[in-house]
């Protein structure tokens, strides 16, 4: 009977009831061809019905680590999200150099990073759980410039954000394809998105009668929401508490607007 009486208490204390995870993840693998991708998908736990869905697309280093607990947040707020594989499976930098050198790829090919980004909407489209009516994408540095070009390419989008990501591009006039609204996340003191980058930027969506907004950020440099980057300042790339809290709660504003939530 002495086991009966102290059950309460141990059900109280937590050691007979964990808690429950909050958020599913699993490993997506989808095709461009013949080359096998590997994307990431974290879902909400709990709640019936479907979900807004959001594209996460990563930095130069591919999809690792940090992007996927960026999706995990997404997912912790309520949304499906899903990590695109960019480079493809088993391609993962480790180096800087090795970095530059992928991603650099996709700059000098624009078509093939708009193709592969659009593979990865549509798997993310295909999830049983997503609202198909209310998707939207973001990405970090290379991801950044990477949803700006699917949004470019006329994707069917209700919105962009782009976190430190490139401005540039070697097709402005496409901006008259953008249907989603965007928003860009820019630290005012990026020395890999100069000056005249952010005025051409500007007047590209201008030009292109788009729904944007930029908010730049004092004392940020590139990478300024990932901590992995260090906090010196004039590496040209670290990290930034504050424009990191700031920018994402920037982000949820955006997604009360473009996805209701």
Known sequence: MRIFQWLPLV????????AQAKVITRTVEYKDGSVTLEGFLAL?????????????????????????????MLAELGFVAFAADIYGK????????????????????R?????RAALALAELRKQPQVDGAKVDAIGYCFGGAT?????????????????????????????KNIKAKVLVLHGADDPYVPAKDVAAFEDEMRAGGTDWQLVKYSNAVHSFTDKGAGNDNTKGAAYNASADRRSWDAMRAFFRETLGR
């Open 44 to 72: 909400p736990a709990s709640g019936s019905g479907k979900a807004p869905g959001v594209l996460v697309v990563h930095e130069w280093m591919g999809l690792n680590p940090y992007v996927k607990k960026r999706a995990e």
């Open 11 to 18: 059900i109280s204390l937590g050691v007979m009831a964990p």
């Open 111 to 115: 078509p093939l990073l708009r193709k």
């Open 147 to 175: 949803v700006l070009e699917l949004a470019r390419a006329g994707a069917d989008l209700n919105g962009v954000v782009s976190f430190h990501g490139s401005l540039d591009t070697p097709t402005p006039a496409d901006a």
């Open 90 to 109: 088993g391609v993962r930098p480790s180096t800087p150099e090795e970095a530059a050198k992928t991603a650099g790829i996709y700059k000098a090919d």
